[in-house]
Protein backbone atom coordinates (compact mmCIF):
# COMPACT_ATOMS: atom_id res chain seq x y z
CA UNK A 1 0.00 0.00 0.00
CA UNK A 2 0.93 3.95 -0.53
CA UNK A 3 1.99 5.48 2.48
CA UNK A 4 -0.57 8.07 2.62
CA UNK A 5 -1.32 9.81 6.25
CA UNK A 6 -3.65 12.55 6.82
CA UNK A 7 -3.83 14.93 10.49
CA UNK A 8 -5.63 15.10 12.30
CA UNK A 9 -7.88 12.30 11.96
CA UNK A 10 -10.47 14.02 14.18
CA UNK A 11 -11.45 17.54 14.28
CA UNK A 12 -14.24 19.52 15.94
CA UNK A 13 -14.07 23.17 15.62
CA UNK A 14 -16.62 26.21 15.25
CA UNK A 15 -18.16 27.76 12.61
CA UNK A 16 -16.16 30.52 11.39
CA UNK A 17 -12.96 28.84 12.06
CA UNK A 18 -10.07 28.24 9.55
CA UNK A 19 -9.26 24.60 9.34
CA UNK A 20 -6.11 23.16 7.58
CA UNK A 21 -5.66 19.42 6.75
CA UNK A 22 -2.70 17.93 5.57
CA UNK A 23 -2.15 14.98 3.36
CA UNK A 24 1.20 13.65 3.35
CA UNK A 25 2.50 10.81 1.17
CA UNK A 26 6.20 8.72 0.88
CA UNK A 27 5.53 7.40 -2.93
CA UNK A 28 6.43 10.17 -4.60
CA UNK A 29 3.47 10.11 -6.45
CA UNK A 30 2.52 13.26 -8.84
CA UNK A 31 -0.91 13.67 -8.60
CA UNK A 32 -2.55 14.03 -5.07
CA UNK A 33 -6.68 14.50 -4.90
CA UNK A 34 -9.24 15.65 -2.10
CA UNK A 35 -12.30 14.15 -1.75
CA UNK A 36 -15.18 14.81 0.73
CA UNK A 37 -17.25 11.29 1.78
CA UNK A 38 -21.67 12.08 2.66
CA UNK A 39 -24.26 10.08 2.78
CA UNK A 40 -26.32 10.09 -0.38
CA UNK A 41 -23.57 11.69 -2.32
CA UNK A 42 -20.49 9.36 -2.37
CA UNK A 43 -17.08 10.64 -2.94
CA UNK A 44 -16.71 14.24 -4.78
CA UNK A 45 -13.74 15.71 -5.40
CA UNK A 46 -12.72 19.09 -3.78
CA UNK A 47 -9.71 20.08 -5.74
CA UNK A 48 -6.64 18.39 -7.41
CA UNK A 49 -2.85 18.93 -8.14
CA UNK A 50 -0.72 17.64 -10.64
CA UNK A 51 2.36 18.81 -9.61
CA UNK A 52 4.22 20.82 -7.24
CA UNK A 53 2.64 24.18 -7.33
CA UNK A 54 -0.30 23.45 -9.62
CA UNK A 55 -3.76 22.62 -8.84
CA UNK A 56 -7.09 22.72 -10.05
CA UNK A 57 -10.54 22.62 -8.66
CA UNK A 58 -12.93 20.00 -8.62
CA UNK A 59 -16.51 19.55 -8.82
CA UNK A 60 -16.88 20.48 -4.73
CA UNK A 61 -14.35 23.48 -4.53
CA UNK A 62 -16.33 26.40 -3.21
CA UNK A 63 -15.27 27.37 0.55
CA UNK A 64 -11.88 25.46 0.01
CA UNK A 65 -8.15 25.84 -1.00
CA UNK A 66 -5.50 24.22 -1.41
CA UNK A 67 -1.70 24.24 -1.84
CA UNK A 68 1.31 21.77 -2.57
CA UNK A 69 5.02 23.22 -1.61
CA UNK A 70 6.12 20.09 -1.80
CA UNK A 71 5.82 16.61 -3.47
CA UNK A 72 4.67 15.09 -0.74
CA UNK A 73 2.52 17.20 1.18
CA UNK A 74 -1.21 18.72 0.13
CA UNK A 75 -2.55 20.98 2.66
CA UNK A 76 -6.91 21.09 2.12
CA UNK A 77 -7.89 25.05 3.98
CA UNK A 78 -11.57 26.05 4.80
CA UNK A 79 -10.96 29.73 5.34
CA UNK A 80 -14.02 30.25 7.60
CA UNK A 81 -15.85 27.04 8.13
CA UNK A 82 -19.39 26.18 8.03
CA UNK A 83 -21.78 23.38 9.41
CA UNK A 84 -22.37 22.06 5.49
CA UNK A 85 -18.29 21.24 5.71
CA UNK A 86 -19.51 18.64 7.95
CA UNK A 87 -18.01 15.72 6.39
CA UNK A 88 -15.34 12.83 6.28
CA UNK A 89 -12.41 14.06 3.87
CA UNK A 90 -10.07 12.15 2.17
CA UNK A 91 -6.77 12.48 0.20
CA UNK A 92 -5.44 10.00 -2.42
CA UNK A 93 -2.50 9.59 -4.89
CA UNK A 94 -1.55 8.54 -8.02
CA UNK A 95 1.10 8.07 -10.23
CA UNK A 96 1.47 9.09 -14.01
CA UNK A 97 0.58 6.10 -16.16
CA UNK A 98 -1.19 4.32 -13.40
CA UNK A 99 -5.11 4.82 -13.16
CA UNK A 100 -5.32 3.54 -10.07
CA UNK A 101 -5.49 5.83 -6.42
CA UNK A 102 -4.24 4.91 -2.85
CA UNK A 103 -6.31 6.34 -0.13
CA UNK A 104 -5.52 7.93 3.02
CA UNK A 105 -7.32 6.97 6.08
CA UNK A 106 -9.70 10.02 6.09
CA UNK A 107 -10.16 12.79 8.57
CA UNK A 108 -13.78 13.06 10.14
CA UNK A 109 -14.42 16.82 10.40
CA UNK A 110 -17.12 18.17 12.51
CA UNK A 111 -18.12 21.98 12.41
CA UNK A 112 -20.86 22.68 14.94
CA UNK B 1 -19.62 15.11 -18.63
CA UNK B 2 -18.59 11.73 -17.48
CA UNK B 3 -20.70 9.39 -14.76
CA UNK B 4 -21.34 6.12 -13.19
CA UNK B 5 -24.75 5.01 -11.80
CA UNK B 6 -24.79 1.84 -9.47
CA UNK B 7 -27.41 0.38 -7.88
CA UNK B 8 -29.08 1.74 -4.88
CA UNK B 9 -28.69 0.44 -1.32
CA UNK B 10 -28.69 -1.00 1.25
CA UNK B 11 -28.22 -4.73 -0.05
CA UNK B 12 -28.55 -7.52 2.77
CA UNK B 13 -27.26 -11.27 2.15
CA UNK B 14 -27.36 -14.40 4.18
CA UNK B 15 -23.56 -15.45 3.91
CA UNK B 16 -23.09 -18.38 1.05
CA UNK B 17 -25.37 -16.13 -1.12
CA UNK B 18 -24.58 -15.00 -4.57
CA UNK B 19 -23.67 -10.96 -5.06
CA UNK B 20 -24.15 -8.60 -7.43
CA UNK B 21 -24.07 -4.88 -7.81
CA UNK B 22 -24.79 -3.74 -10.93
CA UNK B 23 -22.98 -0.33 -12.59
CA UNK B 24 -23.56 1.41 -15.36
CA UNK B 25 -21.17 4.50 -17.11
CA UNK B 26 -20.99 6.75 -19.24
CA UNK B 27 -17.69 8.30 -20.70
CA UNK B 28 -16.57 10.67 -23.36
CA UNK B 29 -13.51 8.28 -24.09
CA UNK B 30 -12.17 4.79 -23.35
CA UNK B 31 -12.25 4.93 -19.53
CA UNK B 32 -10.40 2.42 -16.89
CA UNK B 33 -13.16 0.60 -14.89
CA UNK B 34 -12.49 -0.01 -10.93
CA UNK B 35 -14.30 -1.18 -7.95
CA UNK B 36 -12.98 0.25 -4.27
CA UNK B 37 -14.40 -1.24 -1.05
CA UNK B 38 -14.68 1.00 2.11
CA UNK B 39 -14.87 -1.13 5.59
CA UNK B 40 -16.64 0.75 8.12
CA UNK B 41 -14.20 3.04 9.63
CA UNK B 42 -11.58 3.16 6.77
CA UNK B 43 -10.73 4.75 3.52
CA UNK B 44 -10.85 3.30 0.26
CA UNK B 45 -8.99 0.08 -1.38
CA UNK B 46 -8.73 -1.25 -4.89
CA UNK B 47 -10.82 -4.69 -5.45
CA UNK B 48 -10.14 -4.88 -8.91
CA UNK B 49 -9.86 -3.27 -12.48
CA UNK B 50 -10.09 -3.29 -15.97
CA UNK B 51 -8.65 -1.28 -18.63
CA UNK B 52 -10.65 -2.53 -21.76
CA UNK B 53 -13.55 -3.71 -23.11
CA UNK B 54 -13.48 -7.62 -21.91
CA UNK B 55 -11.40 -7.69 -19.41
CA UNK B 56 -12.23 -9.08 -16.40
CA UNK B 57 -11.08 -8.10 -13.23
CA UNK B 58 -10.97 -10.56 -10.45
CA UNK B 59 -9.72 -10.12 -6.48
CA UNK B 60 -10.82 -12.02 -3.43
CA UNK B 61 -13.56 -14.06 -5.24
CA UNK B 62 -14.60 -10.83 -6.70
CA UNK B 63 -15.17 -10.45 -10.31
CA UNK B 64 -16.60 -7.77 -13.28
CA UNK B 65 -15.96 -7.83 -16.74
CA UNK B 66 -15.65 -4.14 -18.97
CA UNK B 67 -18.70 -4.45 -21.38
CA UNK B 68 -18.46 -1.91 -23.83
CA UNK B 69 -21.93 -2.68 -25.25
CA UNK B 70 -24.05 -2.30 -22.11
CA UNK B 71 -21.48 0.25 -20.62
CA UNK B 72 -21.78 -1.72 -17.63
CA UNK B 73 -19.55 -3.62 -15.33
CA UNK B 74 -21.12 -5.10 -12.75
CA UNK B 75 -19.76 -6.74 -9.52
CA UNK B 76 -20.59 -9.99 -8.49
CA UNK B 77 -19.57 -12.96 -6.35
CA UNK B 78 -20.52 -16.24 -6.14
CA UNK B 79 -20.57 -17.15 -2.09
CA UNK B 80 -20.56 -13.75 0.26
CA UNK B 81 -19.05 -13.85 3.89
CA UNK B 82 -19.70 -11.74 6.84
CA UNK B 83 -16.32 -10.26 6.20
CA UNK B 84 -17.29 -9.09 2.79
CA UNK B 85 -19.73 -6.25 4.73
CA UNK B 86 -18.62 -2.85 3.17
CA UNK B 87 -19.60 -0.01 1.35
CA UNK B 88 -18.63 -0.70 -2.58
CA UNK B 89 -18.24 1.81 -5.15
CA UNK B 90 -17.84 1.46 -8.51
CA UNK B 91 -15.74 4.34 -10.53
CA UNK B 92 -14.03 5.78 -13.97
CA UNK B 93 -10.77 7.03 -14.83
CA UNK B 94 -10.01 8.64 -18.46
CA UNK B 95 -6.73 8.30 -17.69
CA UNK B 96 -3.84 11.47 -18.08
CA UNK B 97 -5.73 13.48 -20.22
CA UNK B 98 -7.97 14.01 -17.28
CA UNK B 99 -4.86 14.06 -14.34
CA UNK B 100 -6.33 10.38 -13.60
CA UNK B 101 -9.15 11.62 -11.82
CA UNK B 102 -12.09 9.34 -10.93
CA UNK B 103 -15.38 9.50 -10.97
CA UNK B 104 -17.28 7.58 -8.46
CA UNK B 105 -21.24 6.02 -8.24
CA UNK B 106 -22.66 7.00 -4.79
CA UNK B 107 -21.99 3.68 -3.12
CA UNK B 108 -23.52 0.76 -2.21
CA UNK B 109 -23.66 -0.46 1.44
CA UNK B 110 -23.56 -4.54 1.26
CA UNK B 111 -24.68 -6.21 4.87
CA UNK B 112 -24.24 -10.12 5.13
CA UNK B 113 -25.55 -12.04 8.27
CA UNK B 114 -23.70 -15.23 9.20
Known amino acids: DAGITQSPRHKVTETGTPVTLRCHQT?????MYWYRQDPGHGLRLIHYSYGVKDTDKGEVSDGYSVSRSKTEDFLLTLESATSSQTSVYFC???????????FGPGTRLTVT | GDSVTQMEGPVTLSEEAFLTINCTYT??????LFWYVQYPGEGLQLLLK?????DKGSNKGFEATYRKETTSFHLEKGSVQVSDSAVYFC?????????????FGKGTLLTVNP
Open chain 2, 91 to 103: ALSEGGGSNYKLT
Open chain 2, 27 to 32: ATGYPS
Open chain 2, 50 to 54: ATKAD
Open chain 1, 92 to 102: ATASAGNYEQY
Open chain 1, 27 to 31: ENHRY
